[in-house]
C-alpha cells in the first residue's frame, strides 16, 4: 500500500482509491450552489487540494454543501445533507500549490451517510430524483407566471444597483427554469437551502413564485422611495444653495 504524504497529511493512497459508487467528496462552504450554475474556487488547504487532486485522478465529481454548523476552515464542518454535484471544468495551478478552479453544478444529491476517516469529508449520497405529477398545461402555466415575475425582478435589481447584469436568456425547461430562479434571488442562505432541498420543481417554482412576489414587492417599495428622496432633495438643492450664500 502507498503512502502519499501531502501538507503533512499522511494518506495511504490506496485507501483514497477504493471510495465506492455512491460516496463523494464533500466541500462545505457558505454557498448554495444549484445544477447549471458555475462556482469559481480558490484552493488553498492541504485536505482539498488532496481532495481535488483525487477528483482529477479518478475524474470523480464532488460535493458542494451549504455549512449547517462551525466555518470553512480549520475541523470539519457539519454540513447541509442536500446539495449538488460538481464537476471540474477548469484548473489553474499556482507555484506554491493552491489552485483556482472553475466548477459546474451537475445535479442534487442527498448524504445519508458521512465519513471523517479522511483529512475532507465524503458522503454516501443518492441523486436527488425531482418527484412531479404535474400536468403539461399545469406546468406551462407555472413556468410562464415565473418568468414574469423573474423578469420584473431583474429589472428591478438593476435600477436598484448599478452593477447588476440582468440575465437576458431566460430558460423555458421547468427545472433550468427553476434553478437560475434560485441563484439569482437574493435572499439568505438558510432559504436558498429550503429551495434546494425541495424535491418537487412543481413546488419549487410554486416557491419561487411566491418569493418573486414578495422580493418584487420589497424592491418597487425600495425604488419608490428612492425616488421620492432624490426628487425632495433636488426640490430642496436650489434652497439650501441660496441658504449658504
Not at 29 to 40: A, C, K, Q, R, T
Not at 115 to 143: C, I, N
Request: glycine content about 4%.
Amino acid at each position: 500500500m502507498s503512502i502519499n504524504q501531502i501538507g503533512g497529511y499522511r494518506m495511504e493512497t490506496d485507501l483514497i482509491q477504493e471510495l465506492a459508487e455512491d460516496e463523494m467528496p464533500l466541500f462545505p462552504l457558505e454557498v448554495v450552489l444549484f445544477p447549471g450554475g458555475v462556482l469559481p474556487l480558490h484552493i488553498f488547504e492541504q485536505r482539498y487540494r488532496l481532495m481535488i487532486q483525487y477528483c482529477l485522478d479518478n475524474d470523480r465529481l464532488f460535493g458542494i454543501v451549504l455549512i449547517k454548523k462551525g466555518r470553512e476552515v480549520g475541523e470539519h464542518a457539519e454540513p447541509y445533507l442536500v446539495g449538488t454535484a460538481v464537476k471540474i471544468i477548469e484548473v489553474d495551478r499556482l507555484e506554491d500549490g493552491r489552485m483556482n478552479l472553475i466548477t459546474l453544478g451537475q445535479h442534487r444529491f442527498k448524504i445519508t451517510k458521512i465519513r471523517r476517516d479522511l483529512p475532507y469529508l465524503v458522503g454516501q449520497v443518492k441523486v436527488f430524483e425531482a418527484d412531479d405529477t404535474e400536468s403539461a398545461e399545469d406546468s406551462e402555466m407555472h413556468g410562464v407566471r415565473a418568468i414574469q415575475l423573474y423578469r420584473t425582478y431583474e429589472s428591478l435589481l438593476a435600477e436598484l444597483i448599478p452593477q447588476w447584469k440582468v440575465i437576458e436568456e431566460i430558460p423555458t425547461v421547468p427545472d433550468h427554469l427553476s434553478y437560475q430562479i434560485a441563484t439569482r434571488l437574493q435572499i439568505p442562505l438558510t432559504d436558498k437551502q429550503q429551495l434546494i432541498e425541495t424535491m418537487s420543481i412543481h413546488q419549487l417554482l410554486s416557491r419561487e413564485i411566491e418569493l418573486l412576489e414578495r422580493e418584487n414587492r420589497r424592491l418597487k417599495i425600495s425604488l419608490l422611495a428612492r425616488r421620492s428622496f432624490e426628487k425632495h432633495d433636488t426640490n430642496i438643492s436650489p434652497w439650501k444653495n441660496a441658504s449658504l450664500n
